[in-house]
């Protein structure tokens, strides 16, 4: 869980160091189960009596089939189902499906005149249009239970094809080659998003009560929208006719995972430590088929170890936590059902603020202890209102703040934290970062319905139509102070001959402070600040089947938003209008093989890091200085610390002298995919995907001399003028993605299953990252006083760094029933081609070629990025592993079952390097270490070559290796 839009660069910093919504608040939280009833000749039979019946649904549900033998119930909760057709004068047929979650499944049936009263049951599993093609996945509780695979939203995402973990913050997803940031987490069909992050809130998920989780990656209809990359949509437990629940401890401890290599050559001990986990379900009836509850709960209480990246520091974080969920569900007919949830979850820790791939937090002086209070509620209704019409309406909101994280120290000397200048990655020292004085909320509000109308023709097929909308507010408050002295500082710490930190008499890092390249900034966060984006929205979306080959989903989406800062002032205005179009051909009109296409369009989130930075919400005015005093070192040197020692070269103040164009609206993606997929057997699937993604109209900032100057006074302080900053869209960024995905599925018996996923990355290219850790949302160099820059140099095309090349998961399941109980084997295997990485040098100073070509701006740059060749040139190294876990489970009495779940990750405890640090040092002069007596430079006067600094290619973190060998255990029992 990462704080606010994080920290906060500076202009100058973020210019040299970075290279330089809309949100479906209803999703979709059933399924739906269609056909055709047909004679034996083919033609449609209508006026058949379907009747639909499950443990999972209240009462049972009964339609007639339409003019073409067509037939449909919406709403239905994911479980398993039995429909039985009956027509005076035809044999009664039976027929057994499986009901998924945002699915339409399948249930045809042959009509045949009975002699006398007889009856057909045909059982199997009925078709899913999902299956194919390869838009995603969908797994139950079951089948990730007795996987070795964590039970997170984002875990069980990753078993998924289309989707990388390659990203900047931990627990987020790129999907199909969109922004980390910008995909939709739903449970139960409410949106859980972290405003800024993108990632599930994880306060409001009980793992043990998730039924079932969805996995959309391309290919997404009308229906979802406030997203660019893809949806994670789950469903919890409900409550039932018959009394079922469960409790669970999942134990671990420190001294199960074994040490990486850079642990052992420290000498790093690990203390034996056992946590327990507690979780428990229940749920049943109040009323027979009319009202049933559920319940759920979470808690823990655990104390690990963790080790800090660079200088290899230990420190103990204990975790709090505690979950709860009720829900009632109330069928006040067989047509109309109601539903209430509420979800509260109270966390504390211990913890250090940074802990990305390319910020990371390394000395034990900058823990802090935050809370996070979490409250969800969510009231929704479902209705049929007759055979062929349903609506929908549903109200939701969340509450989630940031409370007591960050410092508190307002000694300028011990209570500043610091970043590291040019080292890479990115590194925070000295004392905690932000300001536990400054509370941070990141609330949603949401009300959605739909009307959804099924229309049967006789030679125009059958129409599913739904027309809805919905009203989205996503509330951000909160200041963003990035440190309770307001102060931050920018100097890299004093290391050996190898590269490795020195520590002064206190062990605390000694920073170095170095004229024209370390830096201060002096942050003055306005408390309390207020932003909302309110997202109005309405779709269309048709879902036709012409015959029994040809069918088409045709869909409009169009969003309008407005956001408002402080005393009601507008600060966006804007919509959007996206087409959703897919065409499907059945070869053989029976379901089993099928070609489709989709063309979509995606307007991704409007993403309040990015939105609201015309405001002082998550967005503090800063003042940014570059150290023009003398060289020297360690925390007693005074000239450091005194501010007649810094030269402005840079000031943001959001509501003076940032701008946003008219109608700026969020970057849109445009997608095409083929794919072909069908059953192989009864018993197998397979399908195969080719996905192409562009992405257009990027929120970019300019800072032109034709944009003018402001004169900025604060708090009765002059600080002279300072360059206008506009927020514009543009197209000068690019994004591309192009991969083939594939996804097959065997079921050898009825006791051994298994499940490959395999994504072919064909191109992840540009030249825009556009997010980094703990900065969502975040523009290019490419409009940063352009007269300066040497684009060649600070703003280079090439790999992405979420490109992967191949990912693999297989995984198979097999049980074996026995007089002593079941045994149950899971296995995962994992592979992971290495990710790319550029050769780049951060705070290197502008050069006077650079500089010369200052048409008058107020505040000129000290120094810029350079990169060494194309963006993402490098590479790490692959890695892969295997998972396994042992299950075993005695039935004593109906569902009555104790279980116990042995885990081992990293099976081999293979020590596959996937990172390193790569940081370079630009040949400034031909004398300088690692330069071999040359340093060429180009036409902007920028060296052409570097060398390495002396921790390159050398791992310096726990996280620079795959997860080591870790055992886990979980037991409890299920009714």
């Not at 642990?263 to 056992?274: I, M, Q, R, W």
Request: hydrophobic share 35%; glycine share 10%; aromatic share 12%.
């Amino acid at each position: 869980m990462e704080r606010s839009s994080a920290f906060r660069l500076p202009v100058f910093l973020f210019v040299f160091l970075i290279g330089s919504g809309a949100a479906l608040g209803q999703g979709v939280q059933t399924g739906a189960l269609s056909g055709n009833v047909r004679l034996s000749d083919g033609s449609g039979v209508p006026g058949v009596t379907v009747t639909i019946e499950s443990p999972v649904l209240q009462g049972k549900r009964t339609q007639s089939s339409g003019p073409n033998g067509d037939y449909i119930f919406k709403f239905l909760p994911p479980g398993d189902y039995t429909a039985t057709f009956e027509l005076a004068g035809m044999k009664k047929v039976t027929r057994t499906a499986k009901v998924d979650v945002g699915q339409t499944t399948r249930a045809d049936a042959t009509m045949e005149i009975a002699a006398a009263a007889e009856a057909i049951t045909v059982s199997g599993e009925a078709t899913a249009v999902e299956k194919s093609a390869v838009h995603g996945a969908t797994y139950t509780a079951q089948e990730i239970d007795h996987l070795p695979v964590a039970r997170t939203l984002a875990a069980i995402s990753a078993l998924s094809p289309g989707l990388t973990t390659n990203t900047p913050n931990a627990g987020q997803l790129s999907i199909s080659g969109a922004f980390a940031y910008d995909n939709k987490f739903l449970v139960d069909g409410v949106d859980i998003n972290d405003n800024l992050f993108g990632t599930a809130t994880n306060g409001l998920v009980i793992e043990e009560a998730i039924a079932e989780t969805q996995i959309l990656t391309s290919g997404i209809s009308a229906e979802y929208g406030g997203f660019s990359g893809g949806v994670v949509n789950a469903i919890t437990k409900s409550g039932g006719n018959q009394y079922h629940g469960s409790f669970r401890t999942d134990f671990t401890n420190d001294r199960w995972v074994k040490n990486t290599p850079i642990e052992d050559a420290s000498g790093v001990s690990k203390p034996y430590k056992l946590n327990e986990t507690y979780t428990g379900t229940l749920g049943g009836k109040i009323i027979t088929d009319r009202l049933w509850f559920f319940g759920s709960g979470r808690y823990f209480k655990t104390d690990n170890q963790v080790t800090l990246p660079q200088t290899l520091e230990t420190f103990q974080s204990p975790n709090k936590d505690e979950r709860w969920e009720a829900k009632l569900t109330a069928n006040i007919s067989d047509s109309h059902t109601l539903q209430g949830t509420y979800t509260k979850d109270t966390r504390s820790t211990t913890r250090v603020a940074f802990s990305g791939a390319s910020l990371q937090t390394i000395e034990t002086s900058a823990i802090e202890n935050p809370s996070f209070p979490t409250k969800l509620y969510v009231g929704n209704y479902h209705g049929v209102l007759t055979s062929n019409l349903f609506a929908s309406l549903q109200y939701s909101e969340k509450k989630f703040q940031f409370s007591n994280d960050g410092g508190s120290d307002t000694n300028l000397v011990t209570g500043s934290p610091f970043l590291t200048a040019t080292l890479s990655p990115l590194q925070a020292y000295n004392a905690p970062y932000f300001d536990q004085t400054d509370p941070e909320d990141r609330n949603n509000k949401q009300w959605a319905g739909s009307v959804n109308y099924y229309l049967s023709t006789a030679k125009l097929g059958s129409h599913d139509l739904k027309l809805g909308g919905e009203i989205f507010t996503s509330i951000h408050t909160g200041g963003n102070s990035q440190s309770p002295t307001s102060f931050v500082f920018y100097a890299d710490y004093k290391t050996d001959a190898a590269g490795k930190p020195v520590f002064d008499a206190n062990h605390r890092l000694i920073p170095v402070f170095d004229p024209g390249t370390s830096g201060l900034s002096n942050y003055l966060a306005l408390r309390g600040s207020e932003a909302d984006l309110k997202t109005s929205s309405v779709y269309i979306n048709d879902a036709w089947q012409l015959n029994n080959h040809l069918s088409a989903n045709i869909g409009f989406r169009y969003e309008k938003v407005k956001g408002t800062g402080s005393g009601g002032v507008t600060i966006n205005d804007t919509h959007a209008f996206v087409p959703r179009l897919g065409v499907a051909y059945d070869v053989k009109g029976d379901g089993r093989y099928r070609i489709s296409g989709t063309y979509a369009q995606y307007a991704g989130k409007y993403n309040d890091a990015q939105f609201d930075q015309t405001t002082n919400v998550g967005n503090p005015n800063g003042i940014y200085y570059v150290y023009t005093g003398p060289a020297g070192e360690g925390y007693s040197f005074a000239p450091a610390f005194n501010i007649k020692n810094y030269q402005i070269v840079g000031v943001n103040f959001p509501v003076a002298n940032v701008f946003f164009q008219s109608n700026l609206s969020s970057p849109i993606v445009t997608e095409e995919t083929l794919s072909f997929g069908g059953a192989v057997t009864s018993r197998a699937f397979a399908a195969v995907t080719y996905i192409n993604r562009s992405t257009k109209n990027f929120v970019e900032d300019f800072t032109e001399i034709q944009n003018g100057k402001t004169p900025i006074i604060f708090n009765g302080e002059n600080f002279g003028l300072a360059d206008n900053r506009v927020l514009r869209n543009s197209d000068v960024p690019k994004r591309f993605y192009q991969a083939v995905e594939f996804q097959g599925r065997q079921a050898f018996t009825k006791q051994w299953t298994a499940q490959l996923n395999y994504t072919y990355m064909l191109k992840f290219e540009g030249n825009f990252e556009g997010e980094a850790s703990n900065q969502p949302g975040i523009s290019s160099i490419y409009g940063d006083q352009p007269e300066l820059l040497a684009l060649d140099r600070q703003f280079p095309r090439g790999t992405l760094s979420g490109y992967q090349k191949h990912k693999v998961r297989f995984f198979t399941n097999y049980d074996l029933a026995t007089r002593f109980g079941r045994f149950g084997l899971g296995l995962l295997y994992s592979f992971d081609s290495g990710r790319p990485y550029s050769l780049a040098q951060a705070r290197f100073p502008y050069t006077s070629i650079q500089l010369s070509r200052d048409p008058g701006y107020a505040n000129l740059p000290s120094t810029e990025t350079i990169f060494f060749g194309d963006r993402g040139s490098q590479r790490f190294p692959s890695q892969s592993r295997f998972d396994v876990a042992l299950n075993y489970e005695v039935p004593i009495w109906k569902e009555l079952s104790p279980f116990v779940k042995f885990e081992v990750l990293n099976l081999f405890n293979t020590h596959y390097l996937n990172s390193f640090n790569t940081a370079i040092v630009a040949c400034r002069t031909a004398t300088q270490a690692g330069c071999n007596g040359a340093a060429p430079k180009d036409a902007n006067g920028i060296p052409t070559t570097f060398a390495p600094r002396g921790t390159f290619g050398k791992a310096t973190a726990v996280t620079n290796f795959q997860v080591p060998q870790q055992f886990d255990i979980s037991a409890g029992i299920r009714f």
